[in-house]
């Protein structure tokens, strides 16, 4: 439903959702469906902290403050970015007010990093205005003003005393200042006693100089001022004269411009009725040359008219013979089109029938060896339940029945059909009676180049190759 709110004198409505680009702000509004209004107050807030920063040389100290900060409430752009980004939260809350204290303790930092601590405490009405200055740019972009900042004095970290020895300094500078003064005040004093009775001298006889010197001045300014009077009052009769000649001539000048204005009106009236004379005449030239020139158009229009009317039909009918070709090959396309769809059909049928019985065809072949196999296995089954579930004497039986057996013989005996073996017997004396030979450790070499003889001989018998010359050279006849 629809309804009217108003905020309050410290408010204002944050109003989002339909017909509302990006947000709208007031302080009296309709509600409407689909959208949604936020309630926000415009006081400001009080915001203290202690902001714990160091100087140039490196000095802790702890810059107590207190800043009253609200938005900004005389720029809109402003007022957007506050209902955007605090306005969500309450403004009393620890998130806002992390937010302020860190903008402000970071420029606090930042700005007496590069100041000594002197710079710092004797200048803190500067340092402060530095601070606002730097921390007003950040709240800026929050919709953030600080109304009021209040900066305490500098206060010592703990275990640093840097203030509490620059007081006990001051103090002590002020003792001996206090020391230094009553000794100058003594010295003034004896000094001053003399210099009043030099100065009451001094003064009696300036007194009586100044005297004189003034009785001969007034006598002067008498006469003087005599004829001061007498001079202003003819510089006055001259006055008055040069005034009342100056007036004649301006008269006098007044007079002739008149006169010279009225001539002027007198020709201009003269020419504006020239004028008007030619530029009444311009127009009736005009409007005759205007009236020939709509007659020509009026004709040239007619006569385009005409021949436009005679070509549109001459193109109609030329447009009427094309289509009626146009559709007679249509229907003759679409005759045999129609033809070549039906023969196509009838060709698919064909297709389809015969696909048809060759998957019947397959259809029966598979269950008859589904058929098939269902007979073998209990053909299987019964002669193994018959043999006493002994699977070895199924294989048997199976590889007999089959005629195995029968065919591994012959393959067996065609295999060694045509062979001719040929047998070598070789000895090399290994049974002599040398027995230190046979122990020694030399046996098993000499065991491998007496078996070298009997193998190069059975490979040449076998494939006709010799060993290679540095190797040996084998006997025309065999040692037996």
Not at 72 to 92: E, F, G, Q, T, W
Not at 223 to 251: G, P
Not at 325 to 342: I, M, P, T
């Amino acid at each position: 439903m629809v309804f009217y709110e108003v905020a309050g004198a410290s408010e204002y409505l944050a109003i989002t959702g339909f017909n509302v680009h990006d947000i709208k702000l007031a302080k009296k509004a309709f509600i409407f469906p689909g959208q949604r209004r936020t309630r926000f107050d415009m006081s400001p807030v009080n915001y203290t902290f202690e902001v714990q920063a160091m100087s140039a040389e490196k000095l802790p100290f702890i810059l107590p403050a207190v800043f009253t900060i609200g938005p900004r409430a005389d720029d809109m752009d402003s007022l957007l970015k506050y209902a955007k980004l605090i306005s969500p939260h309450d403004k009393h809350s620890n998130h806002v007010k992390e937010l302020v204290q860190g903008v402000i303790e970071g420029e606090t930092r930042v700005l007496a990093a590069s100041m000594t601590m002197e710079g710092i405490f004797r200048g803190t009405k500067s340092f402060k205005q530095e601070v606002f200055e730097k921390v007003q740019l950040e709240l800026n972009q929050f919709g953030l003003i600080i109304y009021n900042a209040n900066v305490k004095q500098l206060v010592d970290v703990q275990d640093h005393e840097y203030f509490s020895y620059l007081g006990q300094k001051t103090q002590q500078e002020a003792a001996n200042q206090a020391k230094v003064d009553v000794a100058e005040a003594r010295m003034k004093g004896e000094i001053g006693a003399k210099e009043r009775d030099g100065h009451t001298k001094q003064n009696a006889a300036k007194i009586d100089a100044e005297t004189k010197i003034y009785s001969t001045q007034r006598d002067g300014e008498g006469k003087k001022a005599e004829a001061k009077v007498k001079a202003e009052v003819k510089i006055f009769e001259n006055k008055r004269e040069a005034e009342v000649a100056e007036a004649n001539a301006d008269l006098a000048m007044k007079k002739a411009e008149w006169q010279r204005q009225a001539k002027v009106a007198e020709v201009e009236a003269a020419k504006a009725v020239a004028i008007r004379d030619a530029e009444l005449q311009m127009e009736v030239e005009r409007r005759n040359a205007l009236r020939e020139t709509e007659k020509l158009k009026a004709e040239l229009l007619s006569k385009t008219l005409v021949d436009y009317e005679m070509k549109v039909q001459e193109a109609n009918w030329e447009l009427y013979k094309r289509q009626r070709a146009a559709e007679g090959l249509l229907y003759e396309q679409e005759k045999l089109a129609a033809g070549q769809k039906a023969v196509a059909e009838a060709a698919r049928f064909a297709r389809q029938q015969q696909a048809e019985g060759e998957l019947y065809a397959k259809k029966m072949e598979a269950e008859g060896l589904v058929a098939l196999a269902q007979a073998q296995k209990q053909y299987l089954s019964a002669l193994l339940e018959a043999l006493g579930g002994d699977y070895a004497a199924l294989r048997d039986y199976l590889m007999i029945n089959g005629g195995m057996y029968q065919d591994i013989a012959r393959l067996n005996a065609e295999a060694v059909r045509g062979l001719q073996p040929k047998i070598s017997v070789w000895t090399n004396g290994g049974n002599s009676g040398d027995a230190a030979a046979d122990g020694g450790a030399m046996k098993e070499v000499a065991g491998v180049y007496k078996m070298l003889p009997p193998l190069f001989k059975t490979v040449h018998e076998q494939t006709g190759m010799l060993p290679p010359a540095w190797m040996g050279k084998m006997a025309e006849t065999p040692v037996v």
